[in-house]
């Protein structure tokens, strides 16, 4: 049978960066220390295209996923981000012209969470991971992996509160009493998700539940699926004694990192940005930064 | 040329209740009473099948679409019910072996708003218009519309701040003080998304914006794109003065409408569905309902 | 504390249709029959409210679906419908003054499919449950549920090939020659989505894979994951000798409902949409109908 | 009033990459050699926070999108790209401490298409725009932009249609007859979306339509809203007569520019990216290049 794919271009030639497949839905089991995960996992892969050759012959993509990720039915991989290595190190060796490959995914993810033990439920959290291969020398292939979670919380803006003080102390003189000096005053809160990304060596493993927890801390409060009355106010009441803008969400978050990641290298790269759906306006209001954990690092350690 | 579509079916024939394009996206032309506005509208139509026919034969639609929907360049539409009116006229028109047709159409409507004249900037607001035609006796055509609004507002929690009030009333004492009584406390806001719909007899008019000034009115506050720094703790304020559920949103609008809307008949049929995008919660919060303006009107008329 | 959901509605009351949560993200463990399957499912829960009281307390809603969809992980459920079903029944319990209740829930779910059976790989089909309680006299509840699946595959536009064939035969006269009659020839293909759900009273079962293996029949060719390349050959000479309009797919489908489900009653009552993502033109071409089984029984045994 | 955006951050500062607004709806008037165009516009704008501020004051960006685009409806702008200029320019004299800025843009765009000037109708692209603006010394600021547009068209696998032709030839021996050699076969065809984006120098310009032009020829053919019965075949043959794979579109995509675009520099740097909604898979099939015009012409003129 004729192999169009491995036909000179019809058009002048020229390497293309990246050929692949995109929104390929898989289930993939994870072994997670204590159980067995199984995410529902939308898969993206892709290597470069050499100039003298037509198509990429994208069959071995979808075979190769097929193997790799179906088979965690029988043997679970360690984590998203792992899967992601095998498939861009599988990728290369399935097109031998190729000298570059990524595999990308994303799925939902659950973690236990609760303001008490008996208030606890699995909310849901986001998962990523991109691995990208390169052939090295001497038939060497050098990975690097990005691994990367989302969370949703709470954030009360400061801005606001401030005003809001100074506004309602005409009305209510009251409030100008020292008992009520650290009064938390109404302000307005949002949805806030917020995505953290490390971009790691293979070799170096970074936690993703750690990075969820850091996210977490970052905005003015965790969200939860189960408030009882009580709970809530208390949710609220703690919200709005750590009101936070974007800003502040993607400062913290930054700051910590160092400390909480101790075991990664300053080489490490890390992206994070921060969505607040404005609960007083239409539109989001966001921030981003990227830098490296050194950089990071030499900034929030006094 | 051969005509598949007139072909008798190939599996036994079922009347289908309907076929038709969706996702066509198109700009419409509408005169307002003080100036043009060119909105980017996403349309729908349909027609039903007889039994005896395999096929609608659509690109009859697509042509219908070209002539009403592009030529309102020129001779601009009243609004995008009457489009949808128009269209679901001409579909029967045009499909001489269809009983029924549906248009429906979606589009970003902008409105001037502001918390003063100066804060002015125009937000965005949705428009729905569905218009179903029937075939009646010698050759009449019965058509019903349904006229729909979207916006998006704030809403403050009640039970928060109520439990909020007993919590922080241990803490700060003062807070008992009688001048006290009414300052707005802390609890959770949220940006809220209500949606609107009056299904009418064709020449019963219905104005878009005065729907979108009904269901700001029954949200917690309206949203602003502009907010300097005193206008934003009067709108958080204020929202906190009138903390409501979803229920609240949605019973003080259903409340509103008879009076709001004195003449539309009781037949009009109403429904109304508001979404609360909870900050402290990932998930959100709905509720909806459906009455004719009639039983509304019974209810809300003490 | 204070129930302020318990207080009367500030607004004139009126009984609300239905109050509850939507876009619940939640991992549920399903006992199949020869293996377990989590799946990432979406659930939507609601109840009505009485015109007497002024919040639904939505906290109850969060509580008990953690209760019954985070302890599959234990005590798997023997399908998404048998999960909304005890969800609806237990809404109803906890909501005393409610009475009607509704759990809806959506999942991506994976099956395996190929040419052959060493090209199997798991592809993505979608799960659609929604069960809706009522209370009866005595205590009773009354539960209907709908069970609704989702496929991708593949059509072939009839008209288009029969239009092909005048055009080619006058380029090339060869092609009226009797032994290429059958010849498919060049047409345009669509990716085609449809969707089939029943509605059934509680104790009726149906099987989620017999109802996609119906789907698939009705499109002119199932799609699939690994194609090498004689099979991609095959499939596509396959789907454009069952070349089909959206409205065929509908009713083959719906014409073979009636026998591949004969222990579903009549009174089972059907809807079907399919949605084909036109290849040649930029918008979709969707058909849909509803019906009982009895009806499309009746249609179907000529 | 205390002004809390200007106060030291809590956290160790940092400087931050963006802080701004994302998801905001405007009607934007465009003036086009021969006609007003209104769009319905998605906008994003950010600036860099130094470290030593805590907020971004983000008021400024909402009050200076409503000075700059709700005045187009009376002071129409160039293009897309022209007003995201003027926004990142504007940005930065709003936000002194800012360092650079960024204006991003997306609009449905209609033109009219059709197989004849009697077909005509309105067909829906999309304009993509983004400036960047950077301060400069003495007090110059530089301002980078890219254009961008996406364009759906209509491919056929070329792989397909050499194997259906291998093994339909067997079935129907008269296919190997020299005057059936050019014969289009059947294969699989697919809804394709390409984007082109151009990264120019303010000052240089270039025009979407062409820029459309150039993404449609590059395609197996475009696609069309209305198409009678005999268009529809000469589209689809036209189509069959050039299939392409996705790299084929986006290789001639890349060799086509150098020569469409002869006023643009060789400097100027090019992003293309091309998705197949592949029909025979559920999966989407993708290719993307990115470089300089002139590698582009290096590599395309022989």
Redesign the interface.
């Known amino acids: 049978?004729?192999?169009?794919?491995a036909l000179p271009?019809?058009?002048?030639?020229?390497r293309?960066?990246?050929?692949?497949?995109?929104?390929?839905?898989?289930?993939l089991t994870v072994q997670r220390r204590d159980r067995l995960?199984?995410?529902?996992a939308t898969f993206?892969v892709?290597v470069d295209?050499p100039?003298g050759r037509?198509?990429?012959d994208?069959?071995r993509n979808?075979?190769l996923?097929?193997e790799v990720?179906?088979e965690t039915v029988t043997r679970p991989v360690a984590s998203l981000e792992s899967a992601c290595s095998q498939i861009a190190r599988s990728l290369l060796a399935r097109h031998p012209s190729a000298t570059s490959s990524r595999a990308s995914a994303r799925?939902?993810y659950?973690l236990a969470r609760g303001v008490s033990p008996d208030r606890?439920?699995?909310?849901?959290f986001v998962l990523l991971a991109t691995a990208r291969a390169r052939r090295g020398e001497h038939g060497a292939v050098h990975v690097v992996r990005e691994v990367g979670t989302e969370a949703?919380g709470?954030?009360?803006?400061?801005?606001?509160m401030?005003?809001?003080r100074?506004?309602?102390t005409e009305r209510?003189?009251?409030?100008a009493?020292p008992?009520?000096a650290d009064?938390?005053?109404?302000?307005?809160?949002?949805?806030n998700r917020t995505r953290l990304t490390f971009e790691l060596e293979e070799g170096s493993e970074v936690e993703a539940d750690r990075m969820i927890e850091a996210i977490e801390a970052a905005q003015s409060s965790p969200?939860?699926?189960?408030?009882?009355?009580?709970d809530?106010?208390?949710?609220?009441?703690d919200?709005?004694r750590h009101p936070r803008?974007?800003?502040?969400v993607?400062?913290?978050l930054?700051?910590s990192l160092g400390a909480r990641f101790p075991d990664l290298a300053d080489s490490v790269y890390v992206r994070a940005e921060t969505?607040s759906?404005?609960?007083?306006?239409?539109?989001?209001?966001?921030?981003?930064?990227?830098?490296t954990l050194g950089e990071?690092r030499a900034?929030?350690n006094?």
Chains 1, 2, 3, 4 share one sequence.
């Open positions: 049978m004729k192999d169009v794919h271009p019809t058009d002048r030639g020229f293309l960066l990246e050929v692949g497949l995109a929104d390929v839905r898989k289930p995960v199984t995410l529902t993206a892709a295209l100039a037509k198509g990429s994208l069959s979808a075979e996923l097929a990720v179906d799925a939902v659950f606890e439920s699995l909310e849901d949703v709470l954030t009360a803006c400061p801005c606001a401030e005003n809001v100074e506004q309602l209510y003189p009251l409030l009493d008992s009520l009064l938390p005053l109404v302000t307005h809160n949002q949805r969200t939860y699926a189960i408030l009882k009355r009580g809530e106010a208390r949710v609220v009441v919200a709005h803008f974007v800003e502040d993607l400062r913290s930054l700051a969505v759906e404005e609960s007083i306006h239409k539109y989001n209001v966001v921030a981003s930064h990227a830098a990071l900034n929030s006094p």
